[in-house]
Every structure is written in structure tokens, then in C-alpha cells.
């Protein structure tokens, strides 16, 4: 008789299909850009203790939902989609959340904000793709050089 073996994934691994490192990728991109938008351009006078909190609580949020999403998901794969539609409705939740809007629509910052984080989904996707050919391609050729 076969044991019963269950296959949890670690959830705290850093690997792209654990859910810690995509937790703190999308905390700091929602952070990042609700504390930008909050601004209003304004950068002196953002960097106060309320602006910080405002969005750590969105950051905070945007994180507690990507996880909600991503254990629902299949984390084998990854697109640039993905990333920036996952990056854009939690930020849009978290900035909902966290406080309410600066613009007159009540619905304006939290599409501003989650735009530009998804921006910046797009833009760390890319950079880790960039990164990852570049040392991917760099490691044979110096194995082929060690061999001779």
C-alpha cells in the first residue's frame, strides 16, 4: 500500500514560486507608488510620517492580497500580464483601503496608483528577465573555458 504523501510548497521560499519574495515585490512597488501619487508632485512635502503610514497601509494591503491571489493560482508559470494585473488590482484594493482619495472622483488616485504600480511590475519583470539572460548566458562560456 503507497503512503500518503502531500505536497505543500514551502510558502515562504525566495523562489519565483513561493510567495515571499512576490509578497515584498508587490508591498514595495504599491508603496512606492501610492507614496508618489500622494504626492502630487509635491516631493517635499510627501516625505512626512502621515504619507509613510498612508502607504505602508497600502503596501501592507496590496501584499495581503497578492498572497490571497497567488495561493489560488498556479505559480509555475509567470508572464509580464500576469504580474502587472496582479500588481494593479492590489494596489487598487490597498489604496481603496488605506485612505481615501485626493482627486475629486473617489475612484481617480486608486486607478492612478495602481497604473503606476503596475508600471513598475512591468518594469521589474523585465529587468529580472534582463538579468537572469544575462547570467544564464555568461555561465557557459566560462565552463568552456575552465574545460580547456
Given at each position: 500500500?503507497?503512503?500518503?504523501?502531500?505536497?505543500?510548497?514551502?510558502?515562504?521560499?525566495?523562489?519565483?514560486?513561493?510567495?515571499?519574495?512576490?509578497?515584498?515585490?508587490?508591498f514595495?512597488?504599491?508603496w512606492?507608488?501610492?507614496?508618489?501619487?500622494?504626492?502630487?508632485?509635491?516631493?517635499?512635502?510627501?516625505?512626512?510620517?502621515?504619507h509613510?503610514?498612508?502607504?505602508?497601509?497600502?503596501?501592507?494591503?496590496?501584499?495581503?492580497?497578492?498572497?490571497?491571489?497567488?495561493?489560488?493560482?498556479?505559480?509555475?508559470?509567470?508572464?509580464?500580464?500576469?504580474?502587472?494585473?496582479?500588481?494593479?488590482?492590489?494596489?487598487?484594493?490597498?489604496?481603496?483601503?488605506?485612505?481615501?482619495?485626493?482627486?475629486?472622483?473617489?475612484?481617480a488616485?486608486?486607478?492612478?496608483?495602481?497604473?503606476?504600480?503596475?508600471?513598475?511590475?512591468?518594469?521589474?519583470?523585465?529587468?529580472?528577465?534582463?538579468?537572469?539572460?544575462?547570467?544564464?548566458?555568461?555561465?557557459?562560456?566560462?565552463?568552456?573555458?575552465?574545460?580547456?
Amino acid at each position: 500500500m503507497r503512503g500518503l504523501k502531500f505536497s505543500v510548497p514551502n510558502a515562504w521560499d525566495l523562489r519565483a514560486n513561493g510567495l515571499a519574495r512576490p509578497a515584498v515585490e508587490k508591498f514595495a512597488g504599491a508603496w512606492l507608488a501610492c507614496f508618489l501619487v500622494m504626492a502630487r508632485g509635491n516631493f517635499l512635502a510627501a516625505f512626512s510620517f502621515e504619507h509613510a503610514r498612508l502607504a505602508s497601509i497600502c503596501g501592507i494591503v496590496s501584499a495581503a492580497v497578492t498572497v490571497g491571489l497567488l495561493v489560488q493560482m498556479d505559480r509555475t508559470s509567470d508572464s509580464v500580464s500576469r504580474q502587472a494585473t496582479i500588481s494593479a488590482v492590489a494596489t487598487f484594493i490597498g489604496d481603496i483601503f488605506a485612505h481615501p482619495s485626493h482627486f475629486p472622483p473617489q475612484w481617480a488616485e486608486p486607478v492612478i496608483t495602481a497604473a503606476v504600480s503596475a508600471g513598475f511590475a512591468i518594469a521589474l519583470w523585465h529587468a529580472k528577465r534582463l538579468a537572469k539572460s544575462h547570467w544564464v548566458t555568461r555561465e557557459p562560456a566560462k565552463r568552456d573555458l575552465l574545460r580547456r
